[in-house]
């Protein structure tokens, strides 16, 4: 049997990382896991913005902090880890590889063609350089964990 200790769900706040992190935080209630998300921001204290680089960072942090409930926090154990770098991937192997993480969830939008190639994909790197395996989730996706949210509401209505 696998043993899932600590799992980390890298977010850039889209509908993909959302529902990666359902995924996490159902994959941690079912094996006792504490939960990491985390966050990878640009480093804007290196490029010219009209807008306080200190100020940014700050509300991407609150941004990150709304991620996680109080349920997430009493129950996995949830932090939020906000890293700053230009090279998000690096920054989340690196991260996982430093705190012991069992297991990297992150969405994917799942480029295909010339923007696969322009863009590259986040993913894709941390699927290649991760010290630990890495489950990916696509947007949309079929649903095969339903939001916790949703749950008792879907159960309490009449059929």
């Known amino acids: 049997m696998i043993a899932l ?10 509908p993909a990382a959302e529902a990666a992190l359902t995924y996490g935080r ?6 006792g896991a504490t939960l990491t998300v985390m966050h ?17 960072k700050a509300a991407v942090a609150r941004r990150l902090e709304e991620r996680l409930t109080a349920e997430d926090r009493r129950a996995l154990h949830a932090r939020a880890v906000l890293e700053t770098s230009d090279q998000p991937a690096d920054a989340i192997t690196t991260y996982a590889k430093q705190a012991e993480i069992d297991l990297i969830v992150m969405g994917t939008h799942g480029r295909h063609g010339i923007s696969h190639l322009l863009v590259g994909s986040v993913a894709e790197h941390v ?3 991760a010290s630990c395996p890495v ?6 996706e079929h649903e095969f964990v339903i939001p916790d949210a949703a749950g008792p509401q879907q159960e309490a209505r009449p059929s």
């Open 127 to 129: 699927v290649r350089t």
């Open 135 to 140: 489950l990916t989730v696509k947007h949309p």
């Open 40 to 56: 990878v921001a640009e480093n804007f204290f290196l490029r010219a913005t009209i807008a306080d680089p200190h100020a940014l």
């Open 26 to 31: 159902a994959l941690a209630k079912n094996f």
């Open 5 to 14: 200790k600590r799992i980390l769900v890298a977010t850039d706040f889209g």
